[in-house]
Structures are given as structure tokens and as C-alpha cells.
């Protein structure tokens, strides 16, 4: 599973996702031109000393990039179907758009189908970004039960009680 983010403003939100990644052991996609260096500090400040750990793809054509991927999804405050409607596999790419643009409607003309949103009150514009990966990434996780994870039998009868 990857996180993809087309065009990122913010450094501190790609920080944020980049610590997320690491601890959830999902690959980062970065979509060119971003919205600050990658050793800005605010990109290393938020994500600690994890971004030296974390892998991340740099890529310029998303369009291309999508052609060879078996599963992907867009997360849009304008999709009309709801992120927990759709079925998640270990490949499946989870897209996100920059801060200020979103994704392109060309997207959603080509490819309208994989777009799904996280509800939220009518007239918001949208959640933060990081936050907004977040909880995308942990349903996407949790409907492939958390795969890529390994939890001993004792581990998990400690988190039960």
C-alpha cells in the first residue's frame, strides 16, 4: 500500500504523512513540482527523525505512474462515494491532492469511479491533509487486516483485556 500526494504545499502535513507512513510501514509517493524542498526544515521537523528511514518514490507523471498500478483510489471533498464503500488490497495506491488545488478535474474525468471522500459537515472545504491520510490509510489498513504488521499470539491477547 502507498500514499500518494499529488502536488504537496504544506512541508509540515508531508512531515506528518511521512512519520505516518513510517509507523504504519506504507510507502510514500511524491508527485513533482512540490510546494517546498525536501530539506526544508518543517518537512524534517514534523517528521522527526523517521524521514531519513522512510523510502520515498519522487515521481513527475501521475497519469503514467497509475497505468502499472492495480488499485488506486482518489480522496476528494467533491467525490460522492464514501471511502468506506470501496474494497482496499495491499497494492492499493491511496491519492491524495495538494493543499490549495486539490487533484485535477482531468482525474476525475478519466478515472470518476476510484474517487471517494470522507464525510464531513456540508459546506466544510476540507479536512487537514495529514489528518485526512490518516484516516484513509487506517481503514485501508484495517479492511486488509493490517497485514503487514506480524503481532505475536501474546501480543494480541495483551491488547484484548
Known amino acids: 500500500m502507498k500514499i500518494v500526494l499529488f502536488h504537496p504545499d504544506i512541508p509540515q502535513n508531508t512531515g506528518n504523512i511521512a512519520r505516518t507512513c513510517y509507523l504504519t510501514q506504507t510507502g510514500l509517493v511524491l508527485i513533482r513540482p512540490l510546494g517546498f ?5 518543517h518537512l524534517k521537523r514534523a517528521a522527526l527523525d523517521y524521514w531519513n528511514e522512510i523510502s520515498v518514490e519522487l ?4 497519469a503514467s505512474y497509475l497505468e502499472k498500478a492495480p488499485s488506486f483510489y482518489f480522496f476528494s471533498s467533491k467525490a460522492t462515494a464514501r471511502f468506506t464503500d470501496v474494497r482496499y488490497t495491499e497494492q492499493s495506491l ?3 491532492g495538494s493543499e490549495t488545488n486539490g487533484l485535477p478535474h482531468c482525474f476525475h474525468e478519466c478515472w470518476k469511479e476510484n474517487f471517494v471522500t470522507i464525510p ?3 459546506d466544510a472545504r476540507c479536512l487537514n491533509l495529514s489528518n485526512a491520510v490518516a484516516v484513509g490509510l487506517y481503514e485501508a489498513l484495517r479492511q486488509t487486516h493490517f497485514a ?5 499470539e501474546n501480543k494480541r491477547k495483551e491488547e484484548i483485556k
Not at 503487514?148 to 505475536?152: A, K, L, P, V
Request: proline share 5%; aromatic share 16%.
Open 37 to 41: 524542498s525536501l530539506s526544508h526544515r
Open 59 to 62: 515521481i513527475d507523471d501521475l
Open 94 to 96: 491511496l491519492i491524495f
Open 120 to 122: 464531513m459537515k456540508p
Open 148 to 152: 503487514q504488521f506480524t503481532f505475536s
